[in-house]
Structure formats: C-alpha cells, structure tokens
C-alpha cells in the first residue's frame, strides 16, 4: 500500500466515525430507549453496507474497497461501544436486554452483511 492511498483510507475512516457520531446523535437526542438504539442501527447498517461493498468488490476495484470498506465503514461501526453497551446492561441487571443487545445486533448483523454481498454480486 502506498502512502496516498494509506491517506485515503485514513482520510475515509474519519469520514465513518464523523458519520457514526451524526447518527447516533440523530437517534437519541431527546429521547431514552431501553437499548442503545443508535449503536444497534450503526451497526446494522454498517454490517449491510460493508456487505455491499464487499459483493461489488469485482466492480469496484481494490483501493474504492479499502477506502469505502475498511475506512469508511470501519469508522463508521462500532463493535467496542456495542460491546460495552451490553457490559453496561448486563452490569445494570438488566440481563435480558444485555442478551437481546449482544446476540440480536450479532445475528441481525450479519444477516445484514450476507443480504448486501448477495445484493452486490447481483450487480
């Protein structure tokens, strides 16, 4: 890799992260959900995304990949906030929420990721 395009997927991932913080803010400003919403469609959307990326790969070539896939949506998804979040409602007693947190945003998560490489590979 070259340092223009060690740029561009740097450059990229300030871009996910940028955007992760407008939509988890757009989520749950003003509002209390029983769980952490924001980061469950993070990183729901994210996993679909990543997903697409990755099944248009063939088309899109390997440095769109790297700045999309790896930057872009690897600043954008938050698997340790999702991590701590579950911690948090495990440690708050709240057992079952910390159990439908973990393994729903695992399983929707990467029902979403085979739903965006099939979408890919169809293009």
């Known amino acids: 890799m070259n340092a223009l395009a060690f740029l561009a997927v740097a ?30 469609t993070i990183n729901i959307t994210g996993s679909l995304m990543l997903g697409l990326i990755t099944g248009l790969s063939a088309h899109l070539g390997a440095l769109p990949v790297a700045i999309l896939g790896t930057g872009v949506m690897g600043g954008y998804t938050t698997f ?12 708050n007693g709240r057992i079952n929420a910390a159990a439908l947190n973990g393994l729903g945003m695992l399983v929707i998560s990467v029902a979403a990721s085979a739903t965006g490489i099939a979408l890919g590979a169809l293009a």
Do not use: K, M, Q, W
Not at 80 to 91: C, D, G, M, N, Y
């Open 80 to 91: 340790s906030t999702a991590s701590f979040e579950t911690v948090r409602l495990a440690r």
């Open 11 to 40: 450059v990229g991932g300030g871009l996910g992260a940028a955007l992760r913080l407008l939509v988890d803010g757009s989520i749950n400003t003003g509002r209390e959900y029983r769980l952490p919403v924001g980061t469950l």
